[in-house]
């Protein structure tokens, strides 16, 4: 299944003044990294993946259209499924947006590999 390309455009403006972003295809959707570090992707099943503070990923559960990640049959700490529907506004998504950029900011920074450097952007931003 193919990502939503409208709501990967909607993250790209809003991750567009962060500095360190850039966008990696994975998961069968389109990830945005951090300082190296995924902080937020559009995922192939809809909706988005979020990398949130485990400490406050069970207040943010309370929320409509969240759920926990989860991989292989492995509920995944720190990581939360957000539908489509709970991001429909630019203020709901705008903040996750910042929840996930500033918890990844807390983390120490990733070294520069081959796999992980800036690279410049194509085209059309994709």
């Known amino acids: ?53 485990p400490r406050a990923a069970a207040e943010l559960l309370l929320l409509p259209g969240v759920t926990e990640m989860e991989m292989s049959g492995r509920l995944m700490r720190g990581w939360l499924r957000v539908t489509s529907e709970a991001v429909d506004d630019e203020e709901a998504l705008h903040t996750w947006v910042q929840r996930c950029v500033a918890h990844v900011r807390t983390m120490p920074p990733k070294k520069a590999t081959s796999g992980n450097r800036p690279r410049k952007r194509q085209a059309g931003g994709r």
Not at 3 to 23: F, H, K, W
């Open 1 to 53: 299944m193919a990502y939503d390309e409208e709501l990967a455009d909607r993250v790209r403006a809003a991750v567009s003044g962060v500095e360190s972003t850039r966008e990696v295809a994975m998961f069968g959707g389109l990830a945005f990294l951090v300082g190296g570090h995924l902080a937020v992707a559009v995922s192939g099943a809809g909706g988005l993946l979020a990398r949130v503070d």
